[in-house]
């Protein structure tokens, strides 16, 4: 074979043609020689990154984000600022130099603005996709770390576990049972069991059974195996092309404020066609009607509004990174307000998932309260063999620090049997795993077989049903004895009810030269023990289910627990009630769908139910109307997580395929943190209403004070510049403060918005026209009352008019509901701030020569500038007026 095909010290350079090479039909001796690696060492953290600077990062090449450069330039592309554009030019020859010189400044003023939006946006965007980047457990230097899968190099060595995706090409080293779903490359839908045996090179793809390729998943059992492609270089990789990630969706939102702009733009240029020729019918300058029509389309059209709601929805997802939540799907932030069931797992999520041995029930006995006190457990059977098997068939670790790593319940069997002096690190020596049974959902149950002196022994472990059917005897103290199932079950009911996790250990002996004790690992068994560990619930949790019931949302627990325990845990938590129902996995398979969903918005607690039948619960429950909230964390899970309507993964027990088809991860695990994304998903859902609500108001006033005037018989009551820069300011700070606007008080004390409502429903609408009018009508008076006083400024008083009734009314609309006048008036200080600065900038405009030259403005005299203030201020009490007439229940019901 070509020695080029391979890396060893003297010819590094060969790992960059690693992708190409038929890595099936090579000793794996020869394998790990030629990366200078040893399967047990790993790779050292110094040749690792001298690898990656070499061969590149382990990862595809995305579909090209847009740059700054070109998201600024993207910011003058609109039709509409084209036309605008064009305009100030066709001015500037035919001497208006002043129109062209300002309307260019307050272009590119709203270009940069456009483009800090976008920007920010992007880089939010990116910043989450950052932090949902997968791991790999990998050996570096010695010891088993956890790294991005991107940094994984050639090399390396990967463990895999269930639910992982193969972060890259591997050929395996060592297998447990390992199913791994390849169908995304070659179709097939069943998983295939892997192994190491060296393979014939003409070995077609699909039967190259000791090789994991990256983007297949591992169906079930584990494995590890030495990384020999990444990137570019993997299978994956050369089929990139047919698999380059399509362009960011939009969220629903955003596809129908886009629509809605679409149509509106429509009417709105009809209306500027029309203003155009009523002026020129009124002898105006058709070089300044033309700008003027077009200022006001440009003005009035929100195309700004889908990027200002990206921008809302990408800060208010970054912001949850914070409270632990992770957006994978930025739909998923306007959807959770809709939320009305949320069904979560129970360990870990509900609970703390730091699981403690509290009771052992063993050779007849009962050992209670062994999380205080460890010191008193006997060294008589069946206690010797009940240790070993805790410690032995266990998957947990100790890492460099000395810190446990694993599953909650195996670091706590791990924990007692280690204080007793049963430590893993030193009896393995002396009992080692030679094959073993991984845990499944389906089986509940998990073996693993070790070799001693005198033949061979098997420990299973699992649900005290499932166990107990398996043995034929039981350990006591005198020897072994004919089991009796009932008497040890009704034991692991009472352990239930307080509300433990249970668990039953088994073993079994094979004489040596067995030749096959890997068939019957779990038949014809011993009992030794029932475990219970205590796993008690989260302190916030209480609080968030409160919450839950106050905003109109059910909670669901679902647990693969002893329907006993299940029961317990809800009763503690206060998930189930006297007139709840509650429903066992085997009746819930057995029920058809029609007598399910009858019954189906009662059920508040599901035990024993495996990950397969949460399908059917989500999809009964979205039969019933119902919008539902899933979490899960096995590769089972995948299914439902993807059906609901949003579907929550955990990111510290979690799969890959789990967090992959997720729309939100949990950081912490935590059910609280659930409540929290559904109360910061109402409140940017909330503000996002707001800023249209501000924005559609504020354009409507402008179109009507411009449109009136033309039709009575008055002067254009404001010149281009005048129209673009209160569009400036109109979409400027105020409206992107309203963005961070605190939470309504008594939010979450309202039902969930319906998925069906439509973003101007409750209200916007009629506030849209009724505020929207209010705002052009006092500009229009103050035109015709200072126009025809004789006024020689009345065009800057209008100006003045128009741009502080819009600071009135975003000072009001920022509460629903509540006055602002008050304690909520100083809560959001941002918005204050901007206010006061367009403000500020508005006087500017009007009292400093320089501006007054620009602008074509004139000073006012202090009772002209009180009575724009005055003005605009009718524009607030009106609103305030409208909320009391709301809180009332009188309008927008």
């Known amino acids: 074979m070509d020695k080029n095909l391979f890396v060893s010290p003297s010819a590094p350079k060969g790992i960059e043609e690693s992708g190409s090479d038929p890595w099936h039909s090579v000793p794996l001796g020869t394998i790990l020689a030629s990366f200078g690696v040893l399967s047990d060492r790993g790779l050292s953290s ?74 920010r946006a992007e880089r939010a965007i990116q910043a989450l996709k950052k932090l949902g980047a997968p791991e790999a457990r990998v050996v570096r230097d010695h010891r088993p770390v956890t790294i991005p899968y991107t940094e994984l190099v050639p090399g390396d060595i990967v463990f895999l576990e269930a639910g992982q995706r193969v972060p890259a090409d591997l050929r395996l ?61 993997t299978r994956l990789g050369k089929i990139a092309s047919l698999l380059s990630e399509a362009a960011e969706s939009k969220t629903p939102l955003q596809v129908r404020l886009t629509d809605f702009g679409r149509r509106l733009s429509v009417g709105i240029l009809a209306l500027s066609a029309v203003l155009f020729l009523i002026g020129i019918l009124h002898h105006e300058k058709p070089a300044l009607m033309f700008l003027t029509a077009v200022s006001l ?38 959807t959770l307000g809709s939320v009305t069931f949320i069904c979560t797992d129970k360990t870990g999520t509900l609970t703390q998932n730091k699981m403690k041995v509290d009771r052992i029930f063993a050779g007849g006995e009962m050992f209670r309260d062994l999380s205080q006190e460890t010191g008193a457990l006997p060294k008589i059977s069946p206690w010797p063999v009940l240790l070993k098997g805790m410690a032995l068939s266990n998957d947990a670790v100790v890492d460099s620090s000395g810190k446990l790593l694993g599953d909650p319940t195996e670091t706590a069997l791990y ?14 020596g002396e009992l080692p795993r030679i094959s073993e049974i991984p845990f499944s959902s389906e089986r509940s149950l998990m073996s693993t077989l070790h070799r001693e002196e005198k033949g061979s022994l098997s420990f299973t472990k699992g649900s005290p049903e499932r166990v107990v059917e398996r043995c034929l005897m039981e350990a006591c103290r005198s020897g072994n004895r004919p089991i009796d199932p009932e008497r040890i079950l009704s034991v692991a009911r009472q352990l239930a009810e307080e509300g433990y996790r249970v668990l039953a250990f088994a073993s079994r002996e094979y004489p040596p030269g067995d030749p096959s ?5 779990e038949k014809d ?18 609080q968030a289910l409160k919450l839950c019931q106050s905003a109109g949302i059910q909670v669901v627990m679902i647990t693969g627990d002893h329907p006993v325990t299940a029961r317990a845990i809800a009763g503690q938590l206060g998930i189930l009630r006297p007139e709840d129902r509650f429903m066992i996995g085997e009746e819930l398979s057995e029920l058809p769908m029609d007598d399910y969903e009858a019954t189906v918005k009662m059920i508040r607690v599901y035990a024993r139910v495996g990950p397969e039948q949460k399908m059917k619960i989500v999809q009964a429950l979205q039969n019933k109307g119902e919008f539902v909230a899933m979490t899960g964390d096995g590769v089972n899970d995948a299914p439902a997580l993807k059906r609901s309507n949003v579907g929550i993964a955990m990111g510290q027990s979690g799969t890959d395929v789990a967090r992959e088809a997720a729309h939100i991860i949990l950081l912490d695990d935590n059910f609280a943190s659930i409540v929290v994304a559904v109360r910061e998903g109402r409140r940017i859902y909330d503000n996002i209403r707001k800023f249209v609500k501000y924005v559609l108001t504020c354009n409507l006033g402008e179109i009507v004070a411009l449109f009136l005037a033309s039709m009575t018989g008055l002067p254009i009551p404001l010149l281009p510049i005048h129209i673009l820069w209160v569009n400036l300011v109109t979409d400027g700070l105020p409206g992107l403060a309203l963005s961070v606007e605190p939470e309504e008080r008594g939010m979450m004390e309202e039902p969930p918005r319906p998925p069906s409502e439509g973003l101007f429903s409750r209200g916007l609408w009629q506030h849209t026209v009724v505020m929207g009018f209010l705002i052009g009508s006092l500009t229009l008076l103050t035109q015709a009352w200072s126009y025809r006083a004789g006024s020689d400024h009345w065009r800057t008083l209008t100006f003045t008019v128009l741009t502080f009734t819009q600071m009135g009314h975003i000072l009001s609309i920022r509460k629903n509901r509540e006055p602002v ?44 500038l009180v009575a724009s203030f005055a003005v605009a201020s009718v524009v607030t009490v009106a609103v305030e007026l409208e909320k009391l007439l709301v809180r009332k229940g009188w309008i927008y019901q």
């Open 821 to 864: 006048f008050g304690r909520v008036f100083f809560q959001n200080r941002w918005l204050l701030a901007a206010v006061l600065l367009t403000i500020l900038i508005q006087l500017a405009i009007v009292y400093v020569p320089a501006l007054n030259a620009v602008f074509g403005t004139q000073p006012l005299t202090g009772g002209e």
């Open 415 to 428: 924990e007692i049997a280690r204080k007793v002096g049963y430590d893993k690190a030193l009896i393995e």
């Open 173 to 233: 080293i060592e297998v447990s049972r390992l199913r791994i779903d390849e169908s995304l490359l070659t179709g097939e839908s069943v998983p295939i069991e892997k192994g190491i045996q060296v393979l014939p090179r003409e070995t077609p793809l699909p039967d190259r059974v000791n090789m994991a390729y990256a983007g297949s998943v591992v169906a079930y059992g584990r494995g590890t195996g030495i990384v020999v492609g990444t990137g570019p270089n």
């Open 297 to 334: 389309a440009v003005a009035a059209i929100p195309e700004a509004l889908p990027a200002v709601v990206n921008l809302s929805l990408a800060l208010g997802a970054r912001k949850m990174v914070q409270m632990n939540v992770l957006i994978r799907r930025l739909s998923a932030v306007e």
């Open 517 to 521: 004790p890997e068939s019957r690992m």
């Open 525 to 542: 068994l011993t009992f030794l023990a029932l475990v219970g560990l205590l796993d008690l619930p989260r302190p916030e949790v209480g």
């Open 46 to 119: 110094s040749d690792a990154k001298e690898r990656l600077n070499r061969v590149g990062k382990n990862s595809l090449k995305e579909a090209g984000r847009p740059g700054a450069i070109r998201i600024f330039f993207r910011q003058f592309s609109d039709l509409m600022i084209l036309i605008l554009i064009g305009a100030a030019i066709l001015s500037g020859v035919m001497g208006e130099a002043r129109d062209t010189a300002v309307i260019t400044v307050i272009v590119m003023l709203n270009g940069i603005l456009g483009f800090v939006q976008e920007y």
